[in-house]
């Protein structure tokens, strides 16, 4: 099983900065990919970032340019930073884990619990 432990949410202004990390940890043989996804109540959860050693990384469009998202493989952990924020990017951030619990046993997906941002004046 894999374990996410995400931090870094919180109220900012419009314009202004929130770092958000995510760190793995648990029994598990490799993780592939890690992503940020974000969803507000009532509407689909949706990629906003991942990251791989296989595709690099992945933005949806509108936070490309401001967002940057980031690894470290030895210790299973990424962030996102994210810079200019907007009222639109008001969200419960996920984490989420491509892994393989052992050698032979299939990709899974696991979920960290969610972060709030909130960007408002």
């Known amino acids: 099983q894999v374990q996410l432990a995400e931090s870094g949410g919180g109220l900012v202004q419009p314009g202004g900065s929130l770092r958000l990390s995510c760190a793995g940890s648990?029994?598990?043989?490799?993780?592939?990919?890690m992503g940020w996804y974000r969803q507000v109540i009532g509407q689909e959860r949706v990629l906003v970032a991942a990251?791989?050693?296989?595709?690099?990384?992945t933005y949806v469009d509108s936070v490309k340019g401001r967002f940057t998202i980031s690894a470290d493989n030895a210790k299973n952990t990424i962030e996102l930073q994210m810079n200019n924020l907007k009222p639109e990017d008001t969200s419960i951030y996920y984490c989420?884990?491509?892994?393989?619990?052992?050698?032979?046993?299939?990709?899974?997906?696991?979920w960290g619990q969610g972060t709030q941002v909130t960007v408002s004046s």
């Open positions: 989420k884990a491509s892994a393989q619990v052992t050698r032979t046993s299939p990709k899974r997906n696991y």
């Open positions: 648990g029994e598990f043989y490799k993780i592939y990919e």
């Open positions: 990251i791989s050693e296989r595709s690099g990384t």
